[in-house]
T-cell receptor
Framework: QKEVEQDPGPLSVPEGAIVSLNCTYS??????FMWYRQYSRKGPELLMY????GNKEDGRFTAQVDKSSKYISLFIRDSQPSDSATYLC???????????FGKGTTLSVSS | NAGVMQNPRHLVRRRGQEARLRCSPM?????VYWYRQLPEEGLKFMVY????????ESGMPKERFSAEFPKEGPSILRIQQVVRGDSAAYFC???????????FGPGTRLLVL
C-alpha cells in the first residue's frame, strides 16, 4: 500500500464550481500535511499546510485533515480557469523530514 | 523575490555523459532537498543536505548519483554516466532552520538521448 494515495483524475469542472480534491495516507507517524499546486512544466507551489485535524482556510482554499480516518482534502470555492493545474498532496514531519507526495490530481476549470 | 533558483532549466545529455544540476536555496534557508519527478509519477525524495553535510540520502540511487552542498555556492546534484531512465524533472526545495515547510524551485528537466 502506498503511503499517500491520490486520485489522478483528470477532473473537469465549469468556472465557479466548488472543487474537492482528496488524499488518503497510511502512516500516522507524520504530522504535517501540505497541498502544492503545479502548473505544467513548472515547480510545485505551496498552497496550504496544516498541522492538526480540522480546517484551515485561506481565501478560496480550505484544507481539511481528518486524522482518525487518515483523510486530507482541499476545497476550492468559486473555481477559476487559472486554477487549472495539478494538485499534489504531501505529508511530512518535523524539520528535515522528506515529504511524501501523492501522484497528483489534474484539474481543468473551463470558462 | 529571492525564491529557490535552479539551473540549468533544461539539460540535454547523451548516454554516458555527466549531468550537473545546481540549486541555490531561498534567502535565509539552510536546508536543501532534491526530488525527482518521472513521467506519470509523483515527486520522489532523493536527498536532504545542510551546509557541508548529507543528512538523509535514503532516496538516492546507490550508483552514479551524488549530491553536495558546499560551504560556499549552490547545492549540486551530479549524475554520472547518464542513462535514458534518468530523464526526468529534478526539483530542489529549501527550508529554513527548524522549518517544516519546503519551497520548491522551477526544476531542471533532464533529457538523455
Amino acid at each position: 500500500q502506498k503511503e499517500v494515495e491520490q486520485d489522478p483524475g483528470p477532473l473537469s469542472v465549469p468556472e465557479g464550481a466548488i472543487v474537492s480534491l482528496n488524499c488518503t495516507y497510511s502512516n500516522s507517524a507524520f504530522q504535517y500535511f501540505m497541498w502544492y499546486r503545479q502548473y505544467s512544466r513548472k515547480g510545485p507551489e505551496l498552497l496550504m499546510y496544516t498541522y492538526s485535524s480540522g480546517n484551515k482556510e485561506d481565501g478560496r482554499f480550505t484544507a481539511q485533515v481528518d486524522k482518525s480516518s487518515k483523510y486530507i482534502s482541499l476545497f476550492i470555492r468559486d473555481s477559476q480557469p487559472s486554477d487549472s493545474a495539478t494538485y499534489l498532496c504531501a505529508k511530512g514531519g518535523q524539520a528535515g523530514t522528506a515529504l511524501i507526495f501523492g501522484k497528483g490530481t489534474t484539474l481543468s476549470v473551463s470558462s | 523575490n529571492a525564491g529557490v533558483m535552479q539551473n540549468p532549466r533544461h539539460l540535454v545529455r547523451r548516454r554516458g555523459q555527466e549531468a550537473r544540476l545546481r540549486c541555490s536555496p531561498m534567502k535565509g534557508h539552510s536546508h536543501v532537498y532534491w526530488y525527482r519527478q518521472l513521467p506519470e509519477e509523483g515527486l520522489k525524495f532523493m536527498v536532504y543536505l545542510q551546509k557541508e553535510n548529507i543528512i538523509d540520502e535514503s532516496g538516492m540511487p546507490k550508483e552514479r548519483f551524488s549530491a553536495e552542498f558546499p560551504k560556499e555556492g549552490p547545492s549540486i546534484l551530479r549524475i554520472q554516466q547518464v542513462v535514458r531512465g534518468d530523464s526526468a524533472a529534478y526539483f530542489c526545495a529549501s527550508s529554513r532552520e527548524g522549518g517544516e515547510t519546503q519551497y520548491f524551485g522551477p526544476g531542471t528537466r533532464l533529457l538523455v538521448l
